[in-house]
């Protein structure tokens, strides 16, 4: 009886080492692309509040009464594009090296778009011209960061 069980055994544990190992490394694959997911949408979510402020500020004159405040504004774009730049190039380096060039160039043009022209000068006025360009630099990051997801 016990020699049958053994044999069994012996048939049948390649099998099911097989089966284990290879469900331990599909596991660890859907842990990696769910973990790659949600910091794909901490990034979005942190472009959608910078295009946010950025249209925010170009949209409105330099003034005495506003000027504190579009200061404080100006500074939290530059900070938001600097913790942007941090996180996507954490990202290219864990999931996606080979693309890393093409994320910091993207970052690099909207980087120029957001903070150009005439910002933080004395006297700036609204320049409405400006959201396109943000919001196009802004949709094209996303865009290519919601490929790599799939």
């Given at each position: 009886?016990w020699?049958?069980?053994?044999?069994?055994?012996?048939?049948v544990?390649?099998a099911?080492?097989?089966?284990?190992g290879g469900?331990?490394?599909l596991?660890r694959?859907f842990?990696?692309k769910?973990?790659?997911?949600?910091?794909i949408?901490?990034?979005?979510?942190?472009?959608?509040?910078?295009r946010?402020?950025?249209?925010s500020?170009?949209?409105?004159?330099?003034?005495?009464?506003?000027k504190?405040?579009?200061e404080?504004l100006?500074?939290?774009?530059?900070?938001a594009?600097r913790?942007?730049?941090?996180?996507?190039?954490?990202?290219?380096?864990?999931?996606?090296?080979?693309?890393?060039d093409?994320?910091?160039?993207?970052?690099?043009?909207?980087n120029?778009?957001?903070?150009g022209g005439?910002?933080q000068?004395a006297?700036?006025k609204?320049?409405?011209?400006?959201?396109?360009p943000i919001?196009?630099?802004?949709?094209?990051?996303k865009?290519e960061l919601?490929?790599?997801?799939?």
């Open positions: 009886m020699n049958n069980i053994v044999d069994l055994l012996h048939h544990s390649p099911l080492v097989a089966l284990i469900s331990l490394i596991q694959y842990v990696r769910a973990n790659e997911a949600s910091l949408d901490a990034i979005i979510k942190d472009l959608e509040s910078l946010t402020d950025s249209i500020y170009w949209s409105r004159d330099t003034n005495e009464q506003d504190g405040e579009l404080s100006a500074q939290k774009l530059i900070s594009i913790a942007l730049e941090a996180d996507l190039k954490s990202y290219c380096k864990r999931y996606c090296p080979k693309r890393t093409e994320f910091v160039q993207m970052m690099v043009d909207l120029d778009t957001c903070t005439k910002f000068t006297k700036r609204a320049d409405a011209g400006r959201v396109l919001s196009n630099s802004i949709s094209r990051i865009s919601r490929k790599q997801k799939l």
